[in-house]
């Protein structure tokens, strides 16, 4: 179901964003927009990547075409919030998967599905062509790697593996490549560059797609969107903050030095991410204020801001260059899945019909 944002919410989007709108267009975007266009025409199946995906020009083109929705990256996605859109795009009587690129288990899965959105036109034709579709850095080239390095052992003739380039920011792919996915018939997969819109009008999916990383932080500055991403956290108080307390306390609790030395040298990347969490956590669930309320929201982003810096050991000798430093550390883990698994994008309403 819909929700509205919170005024302190809002109050930390607006000055995250900094303008009343997100402009982030590199030239080879307009060029692959322009090839995407052109090729689809003979194109067989469209796999989309979707994430706030909101490229009107790409619906536009997918409303043309049979295609398959992929949604990526599931281990970081929240369960729950995971199903409610399974049931949607049910409603909606919409092919679609869920998919961990990294798995291998998983990308069979999908490549199960790819051939059963295909049945039809695999009983017409010889050659057939799909082409992965969506805005930067949502996996597509992984994806499109994982699944031609599992299809290539399917492959009677054993045919030198190609590698779609791939990178942890966006803009890496700037040119659609072909890989071959199947034999009898041959299929085809086109791997094109992410795209986006030249202007993002709606400031809270522009930063939504910053914190996935769909263009560069820079565009927003990575202090401002490590606050909208507290802001965010703490717009979702729920159990989990809870727990993440719960946690950090009982590794206080541990008082033998001895322990100490085995508990840290034994986990010291779960311990790193209790104590971040803990920070987070307590900072909320101690707070006395209102954060509906935009002054108190910033309050309390202020206070988790230096409380993890502390925990970051990030001297104020660093002045303003020190919360960039905070900023880039909590955005990578929240990133990688540290901070636990979430979906922002809100169910549309037909899924509770």
């Given at each position: 179901?819909?929700?509205?944002?919170?005024?302190?919410?809002?109050?930390?989007?607006?000055?995250?964003?900094?303008?009343?709108?997100?402009?982030?267009?590199?030239?080879?975007?307009?060029?692959?927009?322009?090839?995407?266009?052109?090729?689809?025409?003979?194109?067989?199946?469209?796999?989309?990547?979707?994430?706030?995906?909101?490229?009107?020009?790409?619906?536009?083109?997918?409303?043309?075409?049979?295609?398959?929705?992929?949604?990526?990256?599931?281990?970081?996605?929240?369960?729950?919030?995971?199903?409610?859109?399974?049931?949607?795009?049910?409603?909606?009587?919409?092919?679609?998967?869920?998919?961990?690129?990294?798995?291998?288990?998983?990308?069979?899965?999908?490549?199960?599905?790819?051939?059963?959105?295909l049945s039809e036109a695999i009983r017409k034709e010889q050659t057939?062509?799909?082409?992965?579709?969506?805005?930067?850095?949502?996996?597509?080239?992984?994806?499109?790697?994982?699944?031609?390095?599992?299809?290539?052992?399917?492959?009677?003739?054993?045919?030198?593996?190609?590698?779609?380039?791939?990178?942890?920011?966006?803009?890496?792919?700037?040119?659609?490549?072909?890989?071959?996915?199947?034999?009898?018939?041959?299929?085809?997969?086109?791997?094109?560059?992410?795209?986006?819109?030249?202007?993002?009008?709606?400031?809270?999916?522009?930063?939504?797609?910053?914190?996935?990383?769909?263009?560069?932080?820079?565009?927003?500055?990575?202090?401002?969107?490590?606050?909208?991403l507290l802001g965010l956290l703490n717009s979702r108080r729920s159990?989990?903050?809870?727990?993440?307390?719960?946690?950090?306390?009982?590794?206080?609790?541990?008082?033998?030095?001895?322990?100490?030395?085995?508990?840290?040298?034994?986990?010291?990347?779960?311990?790193?991410k209790t104590e971040v969490r803990g920070v987070i956590a307590s900072?909320?669930?101690?707070?006395?204020?209102?954060?509906?309320?935009?002054?108190?929201?910033?309050?309390?982003?202020?206070?988790?801001?230096?409380?993890?810096?502390?925990?970051?050991?990030?001297?104020?000798?660093?002045?303003?260059?020190?919360?960039?430093?905070?900023?880039?550390?909590?955005?990578?883990?929240?990133?990688?899945?540290?901070?636990?698994?979430?979906?922002?994008?809100?169910?549309?309403?037909?899924?509770?019909?």
């Amino acid at each position: 179901m819909a929700t509205t944002t919170s005024k302190g919410l809002m109050n930390l989007a607006l000055k995250a964003a900094g303008s009343s709108s997100i402009n982030w267009y590199p030239g080879h975007m307009a060029t692959a927009m322009r090839d995407i266009k052109e090729r689809v025409k003979v194109v067989d199946l469209i796999i989309e990547v979707p994430i706030s995906s909101a490229n009107i020009e790409l619906q536009e083109i997918l409303r043309r075409k049979k295609h398959l929705i992929v949604l990526n990256k599931m281990d970081l996605a929240n369960p729950n919030t995971s199903n409610r859109w399974s049931e949607y795009f049910e409603a909606c009587k919409q092919d679609h998967v869920f998919v961990n690129a990294h798995s291998k288990e998983s990308v069979k899965n999908m490549v199960r599905q790819v051939r059963t959105s295909l049945s039809e036109a695999i009983r017409k034709e010889q050659t057939l062509l799909t082409m992965v579709v969506g805005i930067p850095n949502v996996g597509k080239s992984v994806i499109t790697n994982s699944v031609h390095r599992i299809a290539r052992y399917n492959i009677s003739v054993q045919e030198k593996l190609k590698k779609a380039e791939v990178g942890p920011l966006p803009g890496v792919t700037q040119q659609i490549s072909a890989f071959k996915i199947g034999h009898t018939p041959s299929i085809y997969l086109l791997d094109t560059p992410g795209v986006l819109v030249p202007n993002i009008s709606n400031i809270e999916t522009g930063l939504k797609l910053a914190l996935t990383g769909a263009f560069k932080d820079s565009v927003v500055g990575q202090e401002r969107l490590a606050r909208y991403l507290l802001g965010l956290l703490n717009s979702r108080r729920s159990s989990f903050h809870v727990k993440w307390k719960a946690e950090a306390e009982a590794k206080a609790f541990i008082e033998d030095p001895v322990a100490q030395l085995k508990f840290k040298k034994r986990q010291h990347q779960s311990d790193f991410k209790t104590e971040v969490r803990g920070v987070i956590a307590s900072t909320l669930l101690d707070f006395v204020g209102n954060v509906e309320d935009e002054h108190d929201m910033e309050v309390l982003v202020d206070t988790q801001m230096k409380e993890l810096r502390k925990l970051f050991q990030i001297p104020e000798e660093a002045g303003d260059t020190g919360w960039t430093k905070v900023s880039s550390k909590l955005l990578n883990l929240y990133r990688i899945g540290k901070l636990g698994a979430y979906t922002w994008d809100i169910v549309p309403e037909v899924a509770a019909q």
